[in-house]
């Protein structure tokens, strides 16, 4: 069975506050997320990874807004190795990563890329690709989203920073697919942005929301459009983590498989299912905060590790029975990634 906010909220009310149980759903709520992110850094505990399947053509994976980071990847069917940021950078490493590396591995490129895809650039190999700039159109199904404003970020065709009013951005109202029929337009997609945008640094997408919002780079000389993203409806500061794909394994599509850290989502509906899947641990955690709070950090450091504790056991309970015990962390010496078997 699955704990959602609403068995954490009965469970962990009367621990909130020392004088009984807290009227105000809105601090019990706060607590549990602030609980459950507290947590989540500390191990990969049970039901915080989930597989990530992709394929992909395009030499770069985005994670979706659920994922954080990728732990161990399988690309074409072969496990292969994640480098660090900064590993082309190492005295003995390969040095800027260019199309004739030799192996077939993923580069962690960071976080905070705010689209799925960047926006076109020329390919010489595909002389269908034209160089840019782009303009942008956003669109949901429903006609409730219609007019709500996205401000989209980024550089025009000097690199000159797009403002509006002295404000970084472009305001741009959010069209709606014809009969909410997702992918069917009637005519030319309007409104497009007014600028036209060499790259997108930073979206910021409207509250209250009712449906997912596709974002486009429109060539405005062709209008032909390029898929670019898609916010889900709690999204408002989108930012995703990306990986380059290194090498090349396959002829056509790349098959890449990931176990991936989930990330921290508050939870703000009774039903959300929790990333921590164990009551103790948040009730623990939920004491610790109070007695932080009270500056009682003695008492606060002791529920934090109980919490922890609850947490390593239930984690042994889950892999009773496994032959091995695998630690996919990485250490980076001066040649590749070296991993631990426990």
């Known amino acids: 069975m699955l704990i959602t906010l609403q068995d954490a909220r009965e469970h962990v009310a009367n621990f909130v506050t020392t004088g009984g149980a807290c009227p105000n759903r809105g601090i019990v709520d706060d607590r549990i997320n602030q609980a459950i992110r507290r947590l989540l850094p500390k191990a990969d505990w049970d039901k915080t990874t989930t597989l990530f399947k992709v394929q992909t053509q395009n030499g770069c994976i985005t994670l979706p807004r659920e994922c954080e980071t990728a732990r161990v990847v399988n690309i074409c069917g072969a496990p292969r190795e994640l480098f660090h940021k900064a590993y082309e950078f190492m005295e003995a490493g390969p040095g800027e990563f260019v199309s004739g590396w030799a192996g077939v591995d993923l580069k962690d490129m960071g976080d905070g890329f705010p689209t799925f895809f960047d926006i076109p650039t020329f390919d010489p190999d595909c002389l269908e690709t034209p160089e840019g700039p782009y303009k942008i159109f956003a669109v949901s199904p429903s006609a ?99 990986y380059k794909i290194l090498g090349k394994c396959c002829e056509d599509d790349i098959c890449v498989t990931l176990r991936c850290k989930l990330r921290y989502i508050p939870a703000s509906r009774a039903d959300d299912v929790l990333l921590i899947q164990n009551l103790d641990a948040l009730k623990f955690m939920v004491i610790a905060i109070r007695e932080e709070n009270a500056r009682n950090l003695q008492e606060a450091l002791a529920y934090e590790q109980k919490a922890v504790f609850v947490l390593d056991e239930d984690l042994r309970n889950q892999e009773d029975g496994h032959t091995h015990g695998l630690d996919v962390s990485r250490v980076f010496h001066f040649g590749r990634g070296v991993g631990r078997i426990m």
Not at 165 to 170: I, K, M
Not at 177 to 189: A, R, Y
Not at 202 to 217: E, H, K, M, N, T
């Open 144 to 242: 409730q989203d219609l007019g709500k404003l996205v401000i989209v970020q980024g550089p025009t065709d000097l690199w000159h920073e797009v403002r509006t009013n002295g404000v970084p951005g472009e305001p741009l109202p959010i069209a709606v697919w014809d009969q909410g029929q997702e992918g069917v337009l009637c005519d030319l997609p309007t409104p497009l942005t007014t600028n036209t945008f060499k790259s997108i640094t930073g979206i910021q997408l409207p509250a209250g929301r009712v449906d997912y919002v596709s974002l486009y780079a429109v060539d405005p000389a062709t209008n032909k459009m390029y898929f670019l993203s898609k916010y889900h409806p709690d999204e408002t500061f989108p930012g995703y983590h990306r």
